[in-house]
């Protein structure tokens, strides 16, 4: 096994690519989709379970673990992969788009963000300094930069005023960050939907040089079309030959056209928020357990999944375990819906290796339309 | 694989017993410990879980599975066994003992009970001959007798005239459950803490004839000193060849003199409901995780257990997930509570096919007394 962090880009079809990250911990294909751990836990699984799905690496939250349980105390149980039992890659957030959407009683300087705690109310301080020390506390293999984005709509100068604090804060990230073989620090491109502020973005970014770039400020209500306006280009400012990137995307069908546009990794709560809440992704779209059609539909959710929910359950039973509340109602939800992104993931890595990327999205689109089958 | 219920003494240490129940199904190593499943799921766990942590069979409530998903639908999803993907045995209850406990208007009559669902406040009846159906529906491998118990202390007239009830429903059991072979209907002893009572219960029962004998009437606010001065002389008044059922029982020292006093099953939502709680049961007794004593202890509950919680997580993790309401701790302390209590079953058997019962009891008493060990 290796012992640094490296990407080797394998092919390339359009404008998409596929490829191989090598880390001290394992390998993560790419195009790449991470289950978020906010917490240290995938919510309703079990850590064999998340890489039973395929999983090769997943997201942790710095905001949520250094207010709970602290990073000081993750390091003192050996870090994070030792702390929540997941010896593969694991990539850290910056805390910086959670302490602006979830925090109390921000304030935001040129030196960081103060912000008293969700859970408790304590006051707390980020910045590019304190978020690399408590990510290197967390012990996770790729590290963002701390930045700061607004959120969308926004006026053209407070986009660019915003880009250009996360850039000197990157520069800033890069010098805290230090040298740790085998730990990557990826940059964040910022910009909002205007091309030109994403250009001066990427260029800042490899000025200082990472070993990966994400597309940040996106998926925070700008919409499909707007987000896929801007991968239509972004991707193309930043290095060929390090990852890309995109930041809590998405649906299916985002994945699928940011994978389309030269995305690498990508990650988001839907599949595991789905589960929680009764909603099953497959070939053919979402599926609602909660509905009554279902209640005596003896039908697994997808006739094609081989996920231990698909193989065991039929809808009946899904439907009632939602209706009353049981837990194994989530555990088998968000079972499937991390398979079938895992799956949609290896169908996507196939088809760009195979060079036939096209035929495989519009199979994609064509079985979407079908919609779920009703039962007979 | 046997096609019919069958009951194997194998070997005695004084009042103690360990054997084998043969069902189509598999086999039963007595004294058994059931999980519960009440609504067609032992709550928090998969399962290929509940089998993992040695469960030969486990119980669901009739009550329960009536009013949601109702007992035709299970029957028209393949039974219960296929519905929730066990293959195992399964037991179920008659109904009886929980609509009393749950149900809303309960009017009892010779007939039956006449109650409204907690669920929807639906009116139903329950019956010896509607439990019998109803059970039947389910797919069940052991049957309990339809029967009525009064919770205690109550007079002994009351009782009486209860237990003289149940004895005249068992026999309508008997009659309405017909011939299934590979089937079992036990019937259930009733009697209070009145000796003479219980053998009367008793030589009603045996008059009837049944696969198995219940204790019930236990576990039922009575307190471990009467309950286990019942258990000094009841099991001695069922047969020797048939297997002897504890109702509802209870905590690990519960089983303890149950088997000590000759019981070969038993079932209880203790270990799962504790899980769920954040209580922790091992041989040094019960542990709450929720305890900040345990926010910075790397060991696991139990340094010795061989379940996946203590395997792979610290006590600071466990109490981190609690304090963080997040599924897992309920996943992982359910897991390890099924796992301890199967592995005192399979302590208890062993012990008795060894003639080494007492020791192995005063042993576990040693245990729980040295209490759980502080961090240092």
């Known amino acids: 096994m290796t012992t640094r962090f490296d990407f080797t880009l394998q092919a390339t079809d359009g404008a998409a690519r596929t490829g191989i990250i090598d880390t001290p911990r394992g390998q993560i294909r790419t195009p790449a989709f991470m289950p978020v751990g906010t917490a240290a836990t995938v919510k309703a699984m079990l850590p064999d379970s998340v890489a039973a799905t395929g999983a090769d690496i997943l997201l942790g939250n710095t905001y949520h673990l250094m207010l709970r349980p602290g990073a000081e105390r993750v390091a003192r149980m050996g870090g994070l992969h030792r702390f929540m039992n997941w010896q593969k890659p694991i990539l850290t957030d910056s805390g910086g788009f959670q302490v602006m959407s979830l925090a109390g009683l921000r304030k935001l300087t040129e030196e960081g963000v103060t912000f008293s705690s969700h859970v408790d109310g ?3 301080f980020l910045s590019p300094e304190t978020s690399m020390q408590i990510q290197k506390l967390l012990g996770s293999d790729i590290v963002m930069c701390f930045d700061e984005c607004p959120a969308l709509p926004a006026t053209e100068e407070a986009v660019a005023a915003s880009m250009r604090l996360s850039m000197r804060w990157a520069q800033r990230s890069r010098d805290a960050f230090g040298d740790r073989p085998g730990h990557a620090l990826f940059g964040i491109m910022q910009g909002g939907v205007t091309r030109e502020l994403r250009e001066e973005s990427a260029e ?6 990472f070993d990966g770039y994400a597309v940040g400020g ?3 209500g700008e919409g499909q079309e707007a987000m896929f306006g801007v991968l239509d280009y972004a991707p193309g400012f930043l290095p060929v030959d390090r990852p890309r990137y995109l930041m809590g995307v998405g649906k299916p069908d985002d994945i699928v ?3 389309q546009r030269g995305i690498d990794m990508m990650d988001c709560v839907l599949p595991s928020r789905s589960g929680r809440t009764g909603q099953a992704w497959t070939p053919r779209g979402q599926v609602n ?3 009554a059609r279902h209640q005596d539909d003896p039908r697994p959710l997808d006739e094609d999944c081989t996920c231990p929910c698909c193989r065991g359950y039929s809808r009946a039973y899904l439907h009632h375990v939602f209706r009353a509340k049981e837990m194994i109602s989530g555990m088998l939800l968000t079972w499937h819906n991390l398979h079938y992104y895992q799956q ?3 169908g996507l890595r196939d088809a760009i290796a195979a060079g036939r990327l096209d035929a495989f999205v519009a199979e ?4 979407r339309a079908e919609g779920d089958i009703e039962p007979v």
């Open 218 to 220: 996106l998926a925070v």
């Open 364 to 367: 994609f689109h064509a079985r």
């Open 257 to 259: 056209g940011a994978v």
């Open 289 to 291: 357990i909660k509905n």
């Open 122 to 124: 304590s006051k707390h």
């Open 204 to 209: 800042a970014l490899q000025a200082i040089g």
């Open 344 to 346: 949609l993931m290896a």
